[in-house]
């Protein structure tokens, strides 16, 4: 195994394929009946936002790949800049989010699945003990078809991609045919408003449903032409999921039937529908697309799950790269080229998220899920600005334009979005992130070196700390002893003065290991040839 190296097999084709088949995943089964009951007719504003925002972190991510190729790049970069301690303690959110995604997957699986198989689910919609088989049975078919080559896994992906367009194409074409114009004039008290559009794009699911545009970043060590290919494809995925949500949210909200949603409103529906888009069907006597919907709830979350089992993978062998998991994690099987330990370990700890908890329906995990994934991408744009700032040397295939004010932007839009997702979520990842940090400084660091560490670090500590406090005196779940306002200024503030502070405080020239599995990283006066 230790010989192996990771493949450059999947094309352009295939890494939007992986981007697009990561979004349309569970989040069109569930979102637009979610973001519905926050935000109403206002829900279309809540995706052009949650795109913008995916976008900017996504396009700070393209110039970092593009540059510097690498698999599970989001827990390599902040390491490489700031070293071990950062990234330890980014390794950790990358663990919580990484794994828990396809645990998410495989719940709506089998929600929907209670169509068929009423005995996989309580009357709530949790789980019973044939329903956590199931889940568990759907984890390991996705481990072996990764476990083969990364080769059959593209393979089967683009494949199931193509599938799993047809359906939501089909139900917006459908739906639309039942569109009435009255609906878009019952707004949503659940907050509603602009409250309802922050609500809704971490508690219904929204960025959640954007978060694919990673898979790219992920897989980049295993891209032909990364430099190309990786900022096309985190572009062309995000411009189309886009496109497909924002028909599917209108095409559902049009067809509900009008004295249901008068009678329920927009958030009591969460309670009628509990397969949203089947009981739509059901509800306007289309018995076919009823069928046609429930396949796809099996076929798009699974396709979704399967990539995320393998992204988990690529962040765990990433941070054994870093040194902070045992060397065999970190080893690519020779004929396969897949990092199978890191795999063996994705598995477990996907199976540990399936497990009975508070949070067993699809709903209860996303906000979690998406806030702790958020934490992850946050410190990618103080990284790529330290690159930018003590690399000029690097070459940069893909060099984001407007860099100065698009990199602090997403800095500040992700802090948005992990404070958006609310105290309720904020009070558990954000301890476990100070911890984390506390830990490694104790028991991780050496002596010698360890002031060093604590100066590269003390930012991020800080960050944590700072956006604890604000979630806690906030407006979202917190005691509301700031006004909305204030608390989104304080938010805004406290993202800024963390991002130049994480900027001064990496190292004077990041330095980037070059190893036998991964790409040499070219720069200005390099003799190396990328081929395009």
């Known amino acids: 195994m230790a010989g192996g190296v990771l493949k450059q097999k999947l094309g352009l084709l295939d890494l939007t394929l992986l981007g697009i088949g990561s979004m349309i995943g569970s989040g069109w089964l569930y979102a637009a009946l979610n973001s519905a009951g926050f935000a109403g007719p206002l829900s279309g504003y809540a995706w052009a936002l949650g ?6 972190i996504g396009l700070v991510f393209a110039e970092l790949s593009a540059s510097i190729p690498r698999a599970g790049g989001f827990v390599r970069y902040p390491n490489f800049t700031h070293g071990n301690l950062v990234g330890f303690v980014i390794g950790v959110s990358a663990l919580l989010s990484y794994t828990s995604t396809a645990g998410v997957e495989v719940e709506a699986v089998r929600q929907y699945a209670l169509f068929w198989w009423p005995a996989l689910g309580h009357s709530d919609g949790s789980p019973t003990d044939l329903g956590f088989i199931m889940q568990i049975v759907l984890l390991v078919f996705f481990f072996l078809l990764n476990y083969w080559s990364v080769n059959f896994f593209g393979r089967i992906n683009t494949l199931v991609t193509g599938i799993k367009f047809i359906v939501p194409i089909i139900a917006i074409i459908t739906f639309f045919g039942f569109y009435k114009g009255a609906n ?10 602009v409250h309802g559009i922050f609500s809704s794009l971490t508690g219904a699911g929204i960025v959640f449903a954007y978060l694919g545009f990673r898979q790219a970043v992920d897989f980049a060590s295993e891209a032909k032409n990364p430099q190309r290919n990786v900022p096309l494809a985190i572009i062309f995925a995000l411009i189309a999921s886009f496109a497909i949500y924002i028909l599917l949210q209108f095409a559902f909200m049009g067809a509900v039937p009008t004295t ?14 509990q397969s949203p888009y089947a009981d739509l069907a059901r509800s306007l006597g289309l018995t076919w697309l009823i069928n046609l919907i429930l396949i796809d709830a099996v076929i798009s979350p699974a396709g979704t799950g399967n990539i995320y089992l393998a992204g988990a993978s690529r962040a765990l062998f990433a941070w054994a790269k870093n040194g902070h998991l045992f060397k065999i994690f970190g080893q690519v099987d020779e004929k396969s080229g897949v990092p199978r330990g890191a795999l063996w370990l994705s598995l477990i700890l996907a199976i540990a998220w399936t497990l009975p908890s508070e949070f067993q329906v699809w709903g209860g995990l996303i906000a979690a899920v998406t806030s702790a994934t958020v934490f992850t991408y946050m410190p990618g744009p103080v990284s790529a600005a330290v690159f930018r700032l003590r690399r000029p040397d690097l070459k940069r295939p893909f060099k984001l334009p407007a860099f100065v004010l698009i990199s602090p932007l997403a800095f500040i839009a992700s802090t948005l979005l992990i404070y958006w997702s609310g105290w309720s979520v904020n009070q558990l990842l954000v301890p476990i992130f100070v911890a984390a940090w506390v830990g490694y400084a104790l028991f991780g660091l050496k002596e010698q070196g360890l002031a060093d560490e604590i100066k590269r670090s003390a930012w991020l500590l800080a960050y944590y700390v700072g956006l604890y406090v604000i979630s806690y005196l906030g407006t979202y779940g917190g005691i509301k002893a700031l006004g909305s306002t204030t608390a989104m200024v304080a938010i805004v503030l406290l993202a800024l003065i963390t991002y130049f502070w994480g900027i001064v405080s990496a190292y004077e020239r990041p330095e980037i290991p070059v190893e036998a599995d991964e790409f040499d ?5 390099s003799n190396a040839v990328v081929s395009l």
């Open 521 to 525: 990283i070219i720069t200005e006066d």
């Open 260 to 273: 249901l949603l008068k009678t329920h409103g927009w958030h009591g529906l969460e309670g009628v529908f």
């Open 184 to 193: 878009m004039s019952i707004p949503s008290t659940h907050p509603g408003g």
């Open 51 to 56: 795109a913008v925002i995916i976008l900017l």
